[in-house]
């Protein structure tokens, strides 16, 4: 049973550019989170996604936005990229409603974004 | 949301128990605690959940107060391997919704 899969697992991009990150979710899973990690700190929420649709939202710009699609995986898209937005982006799946009890967030082993 | 505080370092010697403490004074009475750890450069790992009994699964043991204001999980053997950073996370259940990290807990298992 494959995992969270994320991919690249490094990209490096200059100010300015966009760049598009991918997941695909645990099996089974039906709901893909994304965070954002700086050096140092702690994962922060960015938004979440369930039936294609963005359910919740951290405080983000709006440069980042996101998709899903009908086989459940995820994009996370960033636009004009600023050297703060360097950090690994990590993606996290669940279920949501088939879960009564719960809903786990497994992560993935993230993307490495560089910005220079 | 609830707060959380943990120690931000401790050392454990391989072989002995692990016991790292979270205070979570806070937290709401449908609201579950969750402990993930991040080894270095990894995406975190989920250990285990619970909302006021105590819990264990095949990787730790999580002890939580009757008042349910502070938890304790426990690596019962600790290894090399167990040295990541350990992240307390009171979250709503069934609820879908974000993870809040804090800074968590650094633990260095040493030989």
């Known amino acids: 049973d494959a995992g969270v899969t994320q991919s690249p697992t490094h990209l490096i991009k200059t100010r300015g550019q966009q760049v598009t990150l991918r997941c695909s979710p645990k099996?089974?899973?039906?709901?893909v989170s994304w965070y954002q990690q700086a050096l140092g700190q702690g994962p922060q929420f960015i938004f979440q996604y369930y039936e294609e649709e963005e359910r919740q939202r951290g405080n983000f710009p709006d440069r980042f936005s996101g998709h899903q699609f009908p086989n459940y995986s995820s994009e996370l898209n960033v636009n004009a990229l600023l050297l703060g937005d360097s950090a690994l982006y990590l993606c996290a799946s669940s279920f949501f409603f088939r879960d009564r009890v719960t809903d786990t967030q497994y992560f993935g082993p993230g993307t490495r974004l560089t910005v220079l | 949301d609830a707060k959380t505080t943990q120690p931000p370092s401790m050392d454990c010697a391989e072989g002995r128990a692990a016991n790292l403490p979270c205070n979570h004074s806070?937290?709401?009475?449908?609201?579950?605690v969750y402990w993930y750890r991040q080894i270095h450069s990894q995406g975190p790992q989920y250990i285990i959940h619970g909302l006021k009994n105590n819990e264990t699964n095949e990787m730790a043991s999580l002890i939580i107060t009757e008042d349910r204001k502070s938890s304790t999980l426990i690596l019962p053997h600790a290894t090399l391997r167990d040295t990541a950073v350990y992240y307390c996370?009171?979250?709503?259940?069934?609820?879908?919704?974000?993870?809040?990290f804090g800074q968590g807990t650094e633990l260095s298992v040493k030989p």
């Open positions: 806070t937290i709401s009475g449908n609201e579950y």
């Open positions: 099996s089974g899973h039906d709901t």
């Open positions: 996370i009171p979250k709503l259940y069934n609820q879908g919704g974000k993870l809040i």
